[in-house]
């Protein structure tokens, strides 16, 4: 008899790799493929936190009634998500100790790292869940799974990790058919894809905070298997893509990955791969995330040839997202961080030479975006001063960015900064980091929106989020969408474009403006 399977997605947000709705990450995907590739017949049934908390009991039924159940979950880059809020300790716990009549199998960073809702210490480490779930799966969950079903419990590995893509390129194309059942498919569903796991860095250790490192030597996926994966998840009905799987999608193909701390760029390889993908998911959104921008400042030239081979075969709105973390040289130095000042400019400099021009959407084509830890060692009062004159450098010269990320740091066990790190690092600095965070998001960021988006701007195709107290928030598909805040209350489904009048923080005010494709408005300006 078939067998029946649940997948419960709590969530997953990491350096490389978001799982939190509208988009959905690997984890499930790949899980499911693992599961049907062993038993194409099995009745997979899969469940987003948000839908299971309006109803428990009914998923808790569901769920007991199964063979296995597999909760992914895991935020290690915390972060606030207007999409769906991720599963915390506590409720895993619950429904760990509910789901007593079928095999639970927790995966995802939580299982490989813990779990910390907020800045600071991992507030629950793996260990916590292993007296309440069947498995805790430290190694690939796909792996895992296969195993299980294949060889049973006894002989399946909770360690074993993928050595490298070649089962994957089965199970992603197999699984790719678990988003139909997202809750998001057929409206802003935007699937996360992997292009290589591990960061150039590994040799020398990389950022003290950061996992990629752990995973050793970065392994390269085959680029016609992303291209399957992509045709296929097209196929089924998905319409926005992020390549955000890896730490820097510049050097994705580069000969060099995996033996130089700062691979040179494959431009050729970059624009062969985009035309690819894009001939496979036409007249769909095409974004990416993460670069490192120590590698734009060493290879300008070639960082550029493939950055215009991107947005060539891209969706305008596309963002290279830049760690910086501090750029404090002493902040840097303590915790090994990939650029100072001036490589930070140089990165920001020529991503705005090939970048800032508008597309058909409204939005530049390619702009940085720039992230900052809080809380770091070595972190000084100077240290937020010097961060402050780098945004207004740069803002002076005429360069904009995209967006600017401030989160505290999040200690994980395994990483060099969790043997180094104390909460005073926090606490110290606290005044000036508030201050830092309110001038960022009170003057930087209106500065940046205004230079990107002057008034007046059409932005296109607005997803409807949610509407609340007379007001509607809507972004567009793709990575780091800006929200739009509307007045009036438009009820998804509903897609429209609208004119900027006006800036608040991080989001834009607009008014909807000609067609609506909107099925139903209740009011609306
Ligand atoms: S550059 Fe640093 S933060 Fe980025 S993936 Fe590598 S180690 Fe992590």
């Given at each position: 008899m078939a067998r029946k399977v649940v997948i419960l997605d709590g969530y997953t947000d990491e350096p490389a790799g978001l799982g939190v709705p509208p988009y959905i990450d690997v984890y499930p995907r790949y899980i499911a493929g693992a599961v049907w590739s062993i038993d194409p017949d099995a009745d997979l049934r899969y469940y987003t936190i948000d839908q299971v908390r309006k109803d428990v009991d009914s998923f808790v039924k569901e769920a007991n009634s199964s063979d296995l159940t597999a909760i992914v979950a895991g935020v290690v880059v915390p972060g606030k998500y207007i999409g769906g809020e991720p599963i915390s300790a506590e409720e895993l716990k619950l429904l760990g100790r509910l789901l007593g009549n079928t095999?639970?199998?927790?995966?995802?960073?939580?299982?490989?790292?813990?779990?910390?809702?907020?800045?600071?210490?991992?507030?629950?480490?793996?260990?916590?869940?292993?007296?309440?779930?069947?498995?805790?799966?430290?190694?690939?969950?796909?792996?895992?799974?296969?195993?299980?079903?294949?060889?049973?419990?006894?002989?399946?590995?909770?360690?074993?990790?993928?050595?490298?893509?070649?089962?994957?390129?089965?199970?992603?194309?197999?699984?790719?058919?678990?988003?139909?059942?997202?809750?998001?498919?057929g409206y802003n569903l935007t699937v996360e894809l992997e292009t290589y796991r591990g960061c150039s860095r590994w040799i020398s250790g990389g950022c003290s905070f950061c996992i990629e490192p752990l995973y050793g030597r970065p392994v390269q996926r085959n680029p016609e298997d992303v291209i399957l994966e992509m045709r296929e998840l097209y196929r089924l009905?998905?319409?926005?893509?992020?390549?955000?799987?890896?730490s820097d999608i510049l050097v994705y193909g580069s000969k060099e990955l995996g033996e130089k701390e700062l691979p040179r760029p494959n431009p050729e390889f970059i624009e062969?791969?985009?035309?690819?993908?894009?001939?496979?998911?036409?007249?769909?959104?095409?974004?990416?995330?993460?670069?490192?921008?120590?590698?734009?400042?060493?290879?300008?030239?070639?960082?550029?040839?493939?950055?215009?081979?991107?947005?060539?075969?891209?969706?305008?709105?596309?963002?290279?997202?830049?760690?910086?973390?501090?750029?404090?040289?002493?902040?840097?130095?303590?915790?090994?961080?990939?650029?100072?000042?001036?490589?930070?400019?140089?990165?920001?400099?020529?991503?705005?030479?090939?970048?800032?021009?508008?597309?058909?959407?409204?939005?530049?084509?390619?702009?940085?975006g720039l992230n900052?830890?809080?809380?770091?060692?070595?972190?000084?009062?100077?240290?937020?001063?010097k961060n402050i004159s780098f945004l207004e450098r740069i803002y002076e010269d005429g360069f904009a960015v995209r967006r600017i990320n401030i989160r505290k740091v999040l200690v994980i066990p395994g990483t060099r900064l969790s043997v180094m790190w104390r909460r005073e690092y926090l606490e110290r600095n606290e005044e000036e980091a508030e201050r830092f965070e309110w001038i960022v998001r009170h003057v930087y960021d209106v500065k940046f929106l205004k230079r990107i988006l002057p008034r007046g701007t059409i932005l296109r195709?607005?997803?409807?989020?949610?509407?609340?107290?007379?007001?509607?928030?809507?972004?567009?598909?793709?990575?780091?969408?800006?929200?739009?805040?509307?007045?009036?209350?438009?009820?998804?489904?509903?897609?429209?474009?609208?004119?900027?009048?006006?800036?608040?923080?991080?989001?834009?005010?607009?008014?909807?403006?000609?067609?609506?494709?909107?099925?139903?408005?209740?009011?609306?300006?």
């Open positions: 095999f639970t199998v927790l995966a995802g960073p939580v299982a490989r790292f813990g779990i910390g809702q907020e800045g600071g210490k991992i507030a629950t480490s793996p260990e916590h869940f292993k007296s309440i779930f069947s498995a805790v799966v430290r190694g690939d969950p796909e792996e895992y799974v296969k195993q299980l079903l294949k060889e049973g419990e006894v002989r399946a590995s909770e360690y074993a990790m993928r050595k490298d893509y070649s089962e994957v390129r089965r199970f992603a194309v197999l699984g790719a058919k678990i988003i139909t059942q997202h809750p998001n498919f009905g998905a319409r926005a893509f992020r390549l955000g799987r890896q062969r791969f985009f035309q690819l993908a894009r001939d496979a998911i036409e007249g769909s959104v095409l974004h990416v995330d993460n670069s490192n921008p120590a590698v734009i400042a060493k290879y300008p030239e070639e960082s550029k040839k493939a950055m215009l081979a991107m947005i060539e075969y891209h969706t305008p709105g596309d963002i290279l997202a830049f760690g910086l973390e501090n750029l404090d040289e002493e902040v840097a130095e303590i915790n090994n961080l990939n650029s100072n000042e001036e490589v930070a400019y140089e990165a920001v400099k020529a991503v705005n030479e090939v970048g800032l021009l508008r597309g058909d959407n409204g939005m530049p084509h390619l702009l940085p900052f830890i809080i809380g770091l060692p070595g972190e000084r009062k100077a240290s937020f001063e195709d607005l997803y409807v989020e949610k509407s609340s107290n007379g007001k509607t928030y809507a972004r567009q598909l793709g990575t780091y969408p800006l929200l739009v805040e509307l007045s009036g209350t438009f009820n998804r489904p509903c897609i429209l474009d609208a004119e900027i009048i006006g800036y608040k923080g991080r989001s834009v005010k607009a008014r909807p403006v000609g067609e609506k494709d909107c099925t139903h408005v209740m009011a609306g300006t």
